[in-house]
Structure formats: C-alpha cells, structure tokens
C-alpha cells in the first residue's frame, strides 16, 4: 500500500509564498515521478509542475515563479511557490509515479492540501 500524503498550504497575500511538501510512504521500490497538479472551483485539474529523477518541467502560468525539488531520502517533493497571485487560488495535488512490491508500476494521489490568495 502506498501512502501520499500534501502539507503546506494556507492563505497568504497576493505577492506572497507558500512551500508544499508532499510525502511518499510504504512498499516502494522506486520513484521515477513525482507531480503537482491543481484545481480550482468550476475548473479541470492541471498538472503545473512535475520532477523526475533527471528533469523538471511547468505550465506556462508558473513558470518562473513556482520550483519543484525532490528529497530522495525523504521520498518528499516539494513546490515552493513565490509572488502568488489570486489565480493560484486552488486544491493542490500531489501525485506519485511509483514501483512497488513485488514488481508493479503505479500512480497514487493525496488527498490535497488547499492554497488560497487574497488580499
């Protein structure tokens, strides 16, 4: 079984930053992927930032303002974001690409953690 569990999210102001940390648990062999997606009220979910062992990539609507990390050891992805906007208003989600035992390929989700802007 695997675990995902997001933390860090709040309210902040506009011109604000916030720090998501998204934490990987249980039978893992490996962890080739692991992504931030968001969604907000009325809208589809939207992959914004995502981290492999040797790459990075983002939407165009965080680019430059948002950055993915990943702590192996931890099995921990992280996404600092700075100069919010109060379209960055949404649900934050963290999803994993992962190996587990004995020796299958999944993806797994957290429940997600709530970013708010304003003023």
């Known amino acids: 079984q695997v675990e995902v569990v997001e933390s860090g999210g709040g309210l902040v102001q506009p011109g604000g930053s916030l720090r998501l940390s998204c934490a990987a648990s249980?039978?893992?062999?490996?962890?080739?992927?692991m992504g931030w997606y968001r969604q907000a009220p009325g809208k589809q979910r939207e992959l914004v930032a995502r981290?492999?062992?040797?790459?990075?990539s983002y939407s165009d609507s965080v680019k430059g303002r948002f950055t993915i990390s990943r702590d192996n050891a931890k099995r921990t992805a992280y996404l600092q974001m700075k100069n919010l906007e109060p379209e960055d208003t949404a649900v934050y989600y963290c999803k994993v690409d992962v190996w587990v035992l004995p020796n299958t390929y999944g993806e797994y989700w957290g429940q997600g953690t709530q970013v708010t802007v304003s003023s």
């Open positions: 249980g039978s893992l062999l490996s962890i080739p992927g």
């Open positions: 981290i492999s062992s040797s790459s990075t």
